[in-house]
């Protein structure tokens, strides 16, 4: 009979786990060994919240649930604004933390929470660990993980649990799942004639499409029709930006221009759009939805939902178009028109360094397959317009929660999946001051992630939002440290820039350099201002 600890860390195994990430405990001691003992890596963050930020940055890219795990009481109440995190961006991880043996918590206080009631609401399923439906667990929390739409998975270990003999592996085990499809060749031509029968329709691109993998459908449809493409903050990089129909990313920096194109609009083909990347409500009007699941939220309008395998759907609907002899809805000037409109209103220079100069050197420079990561604040809306993937699946941020703090942890995260490419997280100096410690688990990993430290010392973001209420600043500035002398003393390479060129020197030390390397950029948050 093997332990209860070393059955679930099988099991994760056999489902592609590598890593769980976490600050251990002694209640789950017992489980950390059946993870060493399996040879599933466990690596000791700083926080736990950063654990579960890194634990759905492996989900987000690679689709197999990332794993996390802390004690109880405040190594769980730790835990859960990554889990809350990942919930609202849908990333399938699962969060374990220990617990009481019940009969201690007959009578015992301390420690002691309700952890399937503090999980309840930020989960799709949680439950105890029972050693003697061990495998069951783990298989079951997989399936529900990545099922559409993905999210966490609470598991409650009592702290006696892991250490039983769990029961001989059942016949649980995974299946090849076939989705039915409702959707018939009508309902494409019915889409079709509505697309035919608009003048200036809109292609929105979201977070599900990019789970999808519908690159090629999608490019297919939008060379077809020829309509203005936007893309929600987690569908950025599905759709080429260099394309000559992509003209930004909605709720990001100068998305005032894309909503006024939005509602101008008299068509929203929406593809795989998520109402919880939206902070804006669209007006009312005709729309083609297509989606993994209805549209339940009701968030957007829309005339016609095709649900379903979203790639697939793309192609019929392509098909249909053929058929029904669609030709192009804009002229191309007139969609540059609209990203010349979107660039003029972010302020391009200033008399210092401003977040569109280093944003222009780093889509000059950095390698076509470097993976992208951003963390909350201002930073992050110039980040999200600025920044041009060059691929789909690279660019990873918080955006239903919006969390600081995690642009640093899913760079290390998306380094250690993809260890022979870039990895670089933008974030502001407010957040980097919350999560500092995880530069050393960066250098102690040997992860070769850069880190951009957009300083100002101000939370300006919130400075902003003061300013246009009329307010004056207060409990937005802080005192910053030097950062580069912070990055030497835990192991990293560092520099500090101020222009463009230096950026230029730095990135190229940066790329070449044997382990986590950081910058620090003296940015002037006026060129966070729209026009």
Same mark, same amino acid.
């Not at 260099?242 to 593809?271: I, K, P, Q, R």
């Not at 699941?293 to 095709?306: G, K, Q």
């Given at each position: 009979?093997?332990?209860?600890?070393?059955?679930?860390?099988?099991?994760?195994?056999?489902?592609?786990?590598?890593?769980?990430?976490?600050?251990?405990?002694?209640? #789950?001691?017992?489980?950390?060994?059946?993870?060493?003992?399996?040879?599933?890596?466990?690596?000791?963050?700083?926080?736990?919240?950063?654990?579960?930020? @890194?634990?759905?940055?492996?989900?987000?890219?690679?689709?197999?649930?990332?794993?996390?795990? $802390?004690? /109880?009481?405040?190594?769980?109440?730790?835990?859960?604004?990554?889990?809350?995190?990942?919930?609202?961006?849908?990333?399938? #991880?699962?969060?374990?933390?220990?617990?009481?043996?019940?009969?201690?918590?007959?009578?015992?206080?301390?420690?002691?929470?309700? =952890?399937?009631?503090?999980?309840?609401?930020? *989960?799709?399923?949680?439950?105890?660990?029972?050693?003697?439906?061990?495998?069951?667990?783990?298989?079951?929390?997989?399936?529900?993980?990545?099922?559409?739409?993905?999210?966490?998975?609470?598991?409650?270990?009592?702290?006696?649990?892991?250490?039983?003999?769990?029961?001989?592996?059942?016949?649980?085990?995974? *299946?090849?799942?076939? @989705?039915?499809?409702?959707?018939?060749?009508?309902?494409?031509?019915?889409?079709?004639?509505?697309?035919?029968?608009?003048?200036?329709?809109?292609?929105?691109?979201?977070?599900?499409?990019?789970?999808? %993998?519908?690159?090629?459908?999608?490019?297919?449809?939008?060379?077809?029709?020829?309509?203005?493409? /936007?893309?929600?903050?987690?569908?950025?990089?599905?759709?080429?930006?260099?394309?000559?129909?992509?003209?930004?990313?909605?709720?990001? /920096?100068?998305?005032?221009?894309?909503?006024?194109?939005?509602?101008?609009?008299?068509?929203?083909?929406?593809?795989?759009?998520?109402?919880?990347?939206? @902070?804006?409500?669209?007006?009312?009007?005709?729309?083609?939805?297509?989606?993994?699941?209805?549209?339940?939220?009701?968030?957007?309008?829309?005339?016609?939902?095709?649900?379903?395998?979203?790639?697939?759907?793309?192609?019929? =609907?392509?098909?249909?178009?053929?058929?029904?002899?669609?030709?192009?809805?804009?002229?191309?000037?007139?969609?540059?028109?609209?990203?010349?409109?979107?660039?003029?209103?972010?302020?391009?220079?200033?008399?210092?360094?401003?977040?569109?100069?280093?944003?222009?050197?780093?889509?000059?420079?950095?390698?076509?397959?470097?993976? @992208?990561?951003?963390?909350?604040?201002?930073? %992050?809306?110039?980040?999200?317009?600025?920044?041009?993937?060059?691929?789909?699946?690279?660019?990873?941020?918080?955006?239903? =929660?919006?969390?600081?703090?995690?642009?640093?942890?899913?760079?290390?995260?998306?380094?250690? #999946?993809?260890? %022979?490419?870039?990895?670089?997280?933008?974030?502001?100096?407010?957040?980097?001051?919350?999560?500092?410690?995880?530069?050393?688990?960066?250098?102690?990993?040997?992860?070769?992630?850069?880190?951009?430290?957009?300083?100002?010392?101000?939370?300006?973001?919130?400075?902003?939002?003061?300013?246009?209420?009329?307010?004056?600043?207060?409990?937005?500035?802080?005192?910053?440290?030097?950062?580069?002398?912070?990055?030497?003393?835990?192991?990293?390479?560092?520099?500090?820039?101020? *222009?463009?060129?230096?950026?230029?020197? $730095?990135?190229?030390?940066?790329?070449?350099?044997?382990?986590?390397?950081?910058?620090?950029?003296?940015?002037?948050?006026?060129?966070?201002?729209?026009?």
């Amino acid at each position: 009979m093997e332990k209860a600890s070393e059955a679930a860390a099988k099991a994760l195994k056999e489902a592609g786990v590598k890593f769980v990430f976490g600050v251990p405990g002694g209640e #789950i001691t017992d489980l950390v060994e059946g993870f060493r003992n399996q040879g599933v890596q466990f690596i000791l963050t700083h926080h736990e919240a950063t654990a579960a930020f @890194m634990a759905g940055a492996v989900g987000e890219l690679t689709g197999v649930p990332g794993v996390c795990a $802390a004690t /109880l009481g405040p190594g769980a109440t730790n835990l859960v604004s990554g889990v809350a995190q990942a919930y609202l961006d849908r990333s399938p #991880i699962i969060a374990f933390t220990g617990q009481m043996p019940g009969w201690r918590r007959l009578t015992e206080t301390h420690q002691v929470l309700d =952890l399937q009631a503090l999980f309840a609401p930020i *989960t799709k399923w949680h439950c105890a660990l029972e050693p003697k439906r061990c495998r069951e667990t783990i298989l079951k929390a997989v399936d529900v993980a990545c099922s559409e739409r993905p999210g966490p998975v609470y598991i409650e270990v009592p702290a006696d649990a892991a250490n039983q003999e769990a029961e001989l592996p059942d016949p649980y085990t995974f *299946t090849v799942r076939y @989705m039915a499809e409702a959707c018939t060749s009508d309902a494409f031509l019915e889409s079709a004639r509505l697309l035919q029968s608009s003048l200036r329709p809109v292609l929105v691109v979201g977070a599900a499409a990019l789970r999808s %993998k519908c690159d090629d459908a999608l490019r297919e449809f939008v060379d077809l029709v020829q309509i203005p493409v /936007l893309a929600t903050p987690k569908g950025k990089g599905l759709f080429p930006e260099d394309h000559e129909c992509f003209v930004g990313t909605l709720e990001m /920096l100068g998305s005032a221009v894309l909503f006024e194109l939005l509602h101008s609009s008299d068509l929203v083909v929406s593809v795989g759009v998520d109402a919880v990347e939206l @902070m804006r409500r669209w007006q009312p009007k005709p729309g083609i939805c297509l989606d993994l699941v209805p549209n339940l939220d009701h968030y957007y309008t829309c005339s016609i939902e095709l649900v379903g395998p979203i790639g697939k759907h793309l192609s019929l =609907l392509s098909s249909a178009v053929l058929s029904c002899a669609i030709g192009p809805k804009w002229s191309k000037s007139e969609i540059r028109d609209w990203k010349r409109r979107l660039y003029d209103s972010i302020p391009v220079s200033g008399a210092n360094f401003y977040p569109s100069q280093l944003f222009s050197v780093m889509n000059r420079m950095l390698p076509e397959d470097t993976m @992208m990561s951003c963390d909350v604040g201002a930073h %992050k809306f110039a980040t999200g317009q600025l920044w041009q993937p060059k691929r789909p699946r690279s660019f990873l941020v918080s955006n239903g =929660l919006s969390s600081m703090g995690y642009g640093l942890a899913s760079a290390i995260a998306a380094k250690l #999946i993809y260890p %022979k490419r870039p990895s670089v997280a933008v974030v502001g100096d407010g957040g980097l001051l919350m999560y500092a410690g995880e530069l050393e688990t960066a250098a102690r990993l040997g992860t070769a992630v850069i880190i951009v430290v957009c300083a100002d010392r101000t939370l300006s973001l919130i400075k902003m939002n003061q300013e246009r209420k009329g307010y004056p600043p207060c409990g937005v500035e802080f005192t910053s440290p030097d950062w580069t002398a912070v990055a030497r003393g835990m192991g990293l390479g560092a520099v500090r820039v101020e *222009t463009e060129r230096d950026l230029e020197g $730095a990135l190229e030390l940066a790329l070449s350099w044997q382990g986590p390397f950081l910058i620090e950029a003296n940015i002037d948050p006026a060129g966070y201002r729209t026009r």
